[in-house]
C-alpha cells in the first residue's frame, strides 16, 4: 500500500524525533545535591538550603516577626539566626521586606498566617529571586527550605548528594 506525503513526512519527523538525544551538552540541566549553600542578598547572609520537592513555596527561618506598614504598603520585619560555618557562633541579621501575600498553612496543631516576602538569593552562581514564607523554623536542621516553584527554575536535585555548588555570584548577575 503507498504512503501518503504527510504519512512520509510525519514517519520521518518521528524517527528524527526519536533518534536526537534527550538534552544536548549546553543544554544539560544544573544538577544540585539536596542540601546547598546559598547567600541572602543584598546583606550576603549565607545559609544552607534543603531543596524539598515536597514542598511548593520556599521558606525561611524567620523570628521576631513584626508586622508593619511602610508608605501605605504592609511590611514585615524579622531576624534570622544562623550559625557561621567558620567559627561556630551565632549571628543575627534583621530584614525589612514588603508583603507580597499571605497564606495559611494547616497543621497538626491548627491552622496559621505566614506573611510571604521576595528575597534574592545566590545559588551556585545565579541569583534568584523567590517567594519564601516565614515562619520559626527553629527545631528544624536547615534554617531554609527551597520548594517546587523556586526548583522550577533552579535545575535536578539528586537526593545522593550534597553541598555540589558554592554560591559565586558576580555583581553582573546579582543585580547589585
Do not use: H
Not at 549546553?26 to 550576603?44: A, D, I, T, Y
Not at 527561618?61 to 560555618?85: H, N, P, Q
Not at 527551597?146 to 543585580?175: H, Q, W, Y
Request: hydrophobic share 40%; proline share 3%.
Amino acid at each position: 500500500m503507498a504512503r501518503s506525503a504527510l504519512q512520509w513526512l510525519a514517519a520521518a519527523g518521528v524517527a528524527l524525533l526519536l533518534a536526537q538525544p534527550a538534552f544536548s551538552a549546553s543544554s544539560q540541566p544544573k544538577v544540585f545535591g539536596w542540601v546547598e549553600e546559598g547567600l541572602l542578598l543584598p546583606e550576603k547572609v549565607s545559609v544552607k538550603i534543603k531543596l524539598d520537592t515536597g514542598a511548593l513555596t520556599s521558606s525561611l527561618d524567620a523570628k521576631d516577626i513584626e508586622r508593619f506598614k511602610k508608605d501605605g504598603e504592609k511590611w514585615v520585619r524579622f531576624s534570622v539566626t544562623l550559625k557561621d560555618s567558620d567559627t561556630g557562633k551565632l549571628t543575627s541579621t534583621t530584614f525589612e521586606r514588603r508583603i507580597e501575600r499571605n497564606i495559611k498553612v494547616r497543621g497538626a496543631g491548627g491552622a496559621e498566617r505566614r506573611p510571604v516576602v521576595l528575597m534574592k538569593m545566590c545559588i551556585g552562581n545565579q541569583v534568584y529571586n523567590e517567594q519564601f514564607s516565614l515562619n520559626n523554623r527553629g527545631k528544624m536542621v536547615y534554617p531554609v527550605l527551597i520548594g517546587r516553584r523556586t526548583l522550577e527554575n533552579l535545575g535536578a536535585v539528586d537526593v545522593s548528594k550534597t553541598f555540589t555548588m558554592e554560591p559565586k555570584c558576580s555583581k553582573m548577575n546579582s543585580g547589585l
